[in-house]
């Protein structure tokens, strides 16, 4: 059985999309999983999706707590006999698989962006060295457990006459000795850089946080205008929210127009972009980093050529 | 306080180059240093240590050569250093084995420190496979932790939100990048380094007959094709050539 979990319910369609395929070719069912309440519409969705049986763990579980979740999964993968297991690479969830995988003692693999099977086994790519490659892994032993990050599969199309089982199971879990105390939403501007479609960014280059109204006004007439950014912006300087910080360690996008204006182009800023459509760069050292990675770009003073940049596409746009 | 501090040694991402003709990395000659953010973690149990007391164990499983990068975490303030060999093949589960048995041999510790993912690979595997192996809370992503006498609480980063969490002891806990900054040692102790202990564990004396359950099949390069078109002369003329450049992709709609 190939089974599909995560909180977040867009990853968990991404998932069971990929899911059926896997389970189609081991002639086996697919199964979501859902925790806390019942919730008869999101079950509905998920057999929509391609689920063949949605198992509905109830716990008086209030937020996510690794330790809690790891030991409903292991309950379930030990009842449910899973073989293949995937799991939404979200911050919740990278951190409940490896623990996942150690209590089975099994192998797991995190942010897979491709999954088939290969001699029978089912391989995994994933990207690592900050981006500048690709490791492709095989199982050799099961249960086999992934992480699928967001965005990497397309949900199937909503098929109402898709039937499945619901099946409900009341599970005691042992609490954690951690306490969650506070939880605090962190101050958003809505702003969302991995659903964009253009992209002007920032980095070091600029020398007061005043200045990022250069990157504001050019956005703004550029469709999408979303603004992004390197991660001393956001991390060391605080000028941006984090909500635009790109890289490594930040978000992926891939806009269809990335601009990166006084940003270097170090491999753990490009690991976050490097999907863009076209990529434009605006700095003023002819050797930046930044220019292996561009399309096109202009060596120069950013302040001199944000204010012209904007006017003239102004001007081409009309 | 006894800490332990899981610390790995990486290739330089920055450093690597790419084989013109195959596109695949080049991993040999590239220079080594201890994954940046588990040196984060070294900082933060120095910080813990300079409030309660208590001793710094260096736990890393890797190569010979990782005893120099060792002697940088002893520099820092570590009190001693464990190296561990790499078996012949491994994975995170026969890592995460071998540090676990490893931490079991110590006996006695408070809180695990571990970076939130080393930066060569960045699974973040270890942190949590290591508290699931020995049974114990994990604390993953922390920007700040405040460590008292019978418990310790921190913020973690979860992207949209910070999750403060309270946990008594012993504890895991994986820090980001973010949590502070790591000290640089001094001449003096650089050279006090030389004289702490680094001792080599074998793999046979804390598991046998490991096998990893995940096998590397290839490592493929990602060929990075741009134009490069780069206009570097008169900036009225540069931004008009960009701006029609820009037009005939069909980005500017
Ligand atoms: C584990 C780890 C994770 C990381 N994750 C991320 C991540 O997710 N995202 C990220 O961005 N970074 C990340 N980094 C940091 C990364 O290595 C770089 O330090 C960072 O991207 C540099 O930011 P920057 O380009 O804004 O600044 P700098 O490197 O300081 O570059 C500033 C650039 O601006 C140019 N410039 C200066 N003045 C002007 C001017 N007037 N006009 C035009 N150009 C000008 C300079 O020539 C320079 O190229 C990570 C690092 C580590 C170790």
């Given amino acids: ?130 981006g500048n490659a690709i490791a492709v892994e095989q199982f050799n032993s099961k249960p086999q457990i992934a992480t699928i990050p967001s965005k990497v599969f397309d949900p199937l199309p909503k098929d109402d006459k898709h039937t499945g089982d619901v099946v409900k199971k009341k599970f005691d879990v042992e609490k954690s000795a951690s306490k969650i105390l506070k939880i605090q939403e962190m101050k958003s501007e809505g702003v969302n850089v991995e659903d964009a479609e253009i992209i002007v960014s920032c980095g070091r280059g600029f020398k007061n946080k005043d200045d990022i109204k250069l990157v504001d006004d050019l956005a703004e007439i550029l469709k999408g205008r979303t603004v992004g950014c390197s991660r001393p912006i956001a991390a060391d300087l605080k000028w941006l929210a984090e ?76 | 306080m006894n800490i332990i501090v899981c610390a790995k040694q990486v290739v330089d991402v920055s450093e690597m180059k790419v084989d013109s003709s195959t596109k695949k990395p080049i991993l040999q000659g590239v220079p080594q240093k201890i994954s940046d953010i588990d040196k984060n973690a070294m900082e933060e149990a120095i910080k813990i240590k300079d409030k309660h007391g208590g001793k710094i164990t260096v736990l890393t499983v890797g ?83 405040n460590a008292e006498k019978d418990k310790i609480t921190a913020d973690r980063n979860m992207g949209d939100k910070s999750v403060t969490t309270e946990s008594t002891y012993p504890v895991l806990i994986t820090v980001t990048k973010e949590i502070n900054e790591p000290r640089l040692p001094s001449l003096m102790q650089i050279l006090g380094a030389a004289n702490k202990p680094i001792n080599d564990w074998t793999v046979e004396s804390l598991a046998d007959g490991l096998n990893p359950k995940i096998d590397a099949v290839e490592l493929n390069g990602i060929p990075m094709e741009r134009k490069n078109i780069i206009y570097k002369d008169n900036v009225d003329e540069s931004v008009k050539n960009l701006v029609d450049s820009l037009a005939k992709e069909g980005v500017l709609r």
């Avoid at chain 1, 490896?98 to 797991?108: D, E, K, V, W």
């Avoid at chain 1, 978000?251 to 434009?280: C, E, F, T, W």
């Avoid at chain 2, 676990?100 to 571990?114: F, P, Q």
Wanted: charged share 25%; glycine share 8%.
């Fill in chain 1, 1 to 130: 059985m190939v089974l599909v979990f995560s909180d977040d319910k867009k990853l968990t369609l991404e998932m069971l999309s990929k899911g059926s395929e896997l389970a189609k070719e081991l002639g086996k069912k697919l199964t979501a999983v859902v925790i806390g309440k019942n919730d008869d519409a999101l079950a509905k969705e998920y057999i929509a999706h391609g689920a063949d049986k949605v198992f509905v763990a109830e716990t008086d579980i209030e937020s996510f707590k690794a330790e809690e979740y790891t030991e409903l999964l292991e309950s379930i993968i030990k009842e449910t006999g899973a073989e293949t297991v995937l799991i939404g690479s979200n911050k919740n969830g990278k951190e409940l698989a490896p623990r996942l995988a150690s209590r089975l003692n099994t192998g797991c693999v995190t942010d897979c962006t491709n999954l088939y099977f290969k001699d029978k086994k089912l391989t995994t790519e994933r990207i690592v060295y900050s």
């Fill in chain 1, 243 to 318: 909500e635009h910080w790109i890289g490594l360690s930040g978000h992926k996008v891939k806009p269809k127009l990335y601009i990166a204006a006084g940003i270097s182009g170090q491999i753990q800023h490009i690991a976050g972009m490097r999907d863009s459509g076209v990529i434009v760069a605006i700095n003023k050292d002819p050797e930046a980093l930044i220019f292996k990675s561009a399309d096109y770009g202009i060596v120069g003073d950013l302040y001199e050529i944000l204010p012209k940049l904007t006017n003239a596409v102004k001007e081409k746009m009309g």
């Fill in chain 2, 63 to 145: 190569p010979a050569d990782a005893k120099e990068r060792i002697k940088e975490l002893l520099a820092m303030g570590a009190d001693e250093g464990i190296l561990i060999p790499y078996p012949d093949k491994y994975d995170y589960h026969v890592v995460s084995t071998l540090l676990t048995e490893a931490i079991k041999k110590i006996g006695e510790y408070d809180i695990i420190l571990c970076g939130e993912a080393s930066i060569d690979l960045f699974s973040g595997q270890i942190g949590p496979r290591l508290a699931g192996l020995l049974g114990i809370p994990q604390i993953t992503y922390a920007q700040s932790v």
